[in-house]
């Protein structure tokens, strides 16, 4: 089982569509949770960490289940900007590792 | 802002060839990381460093080796390279372990 899973998409959603995506991971050591997102043959940039109780910048909200084991970005509003492959990336129980999914990918459509 | 600079984007060597990709980062972040990206297995931790002269091997070291002289440099060697060694890697840098992770632009190696 990999230790942080993403269903891979790609979520073809139209302009001003939610859209949410869901990652589950393994380890229930893990203590940081991260968003990044991708654009295509660019490196990945922090989207989001991901706290406890949730939080929220502008029209993206990250959520944390910790019981469950997974976690959730949720972008309102979708613009044609906002296509990307979006990585939910975890650290590994009480190292430095960080492990990444594979990503989803998100199209937006005009 | 943070900025993590790698020394080619776009390199094309040999098979067998001695490759170094370097990695310099200006934040006086303690931690450095490199990664290949390949589609569909994502991003894998080939080696990272939590200090100077100090290294530890990631997920896939085999074939690799790196050195960290500098706290802002962080070179990964490849003494042969083979043609499965072709990929996007990437070098990434954090302030503390588990923390955020700043990616420099990727070096995309093609190994004939």
């Known amino acids: 089982r990999k230790e942080v899973e993403q269903d891979p998409g790609p979520f073809n959603v139209p302009e001003g569509a939610t859209v949410a995506f869901n990652c589950t991971y393994s380890?229930?050591?893990?203590?940081?949770f991260f968003w990044y997102r991708q654009d295509c043959r660019k490196e990945p940039k922090l989207l989001m960490s991901?706290?406890?109780s949730g939080n929220e910048d502008g029209r993206f909200t990250a959520q944390l289940n910790r019981a469950s084991q997974y976690i959730s970005l949720l972008i309102r509003d979708s613009k044609l900007s906002d296509s990307a492959t979006y990585l939910c990336?975890?650290?590994?129980?009480?190292?430095?590792?960080?492990?990444f999914g594979q990503g989803t990918t998100l199209q937006v459509k005009p | 802002d943070v900025k993590v600079t790698q020394s080619s984007r776009y390199l094309v060597k040999r098979t067998g060839e001695k490759v170094f990709l370097e990695c310099v980062q200006d934040?006086?972040?303690?931690?450095m990381f490199w990664y290949r990206q390949d589609p569909g297995l994502g991003l894998r931790l080939i080696y990272f460093?939590?200090?100077?002269?100090?290294?530890e091997k990631g997920d896939i070291p085999e074939g690799y080796s790196v050195s960290r002289e500098k706290k802002e440099r962080f070179s990964l060697i490849l003494e042969s390279a083979s043609t499965n060694q072709t990929s996007m890697y990437l070098c990434?840098?954090?302030?503390?372990?588990?923390?955020?992770?700043?990616f420099g632009p990727g070096t995309r190696l093609t190994v004939l």
């Open positions: 990336v975890v650290n590994s129980g009480n190292t430095g590792k960080l492990i």
């Open positions: 990434a840098s954090s302030p503390l372990p588990k923390d955020t992770q700043y």
């Open positions: 460093s939590y200090d100077v002269k100090m290294k």
């Open positions: 934040m006086d972040h303690e931690n």
């Open positions: 380890n229930s050591a893990s203590q940081s």
């Open positions: 991901v706290y406890s």
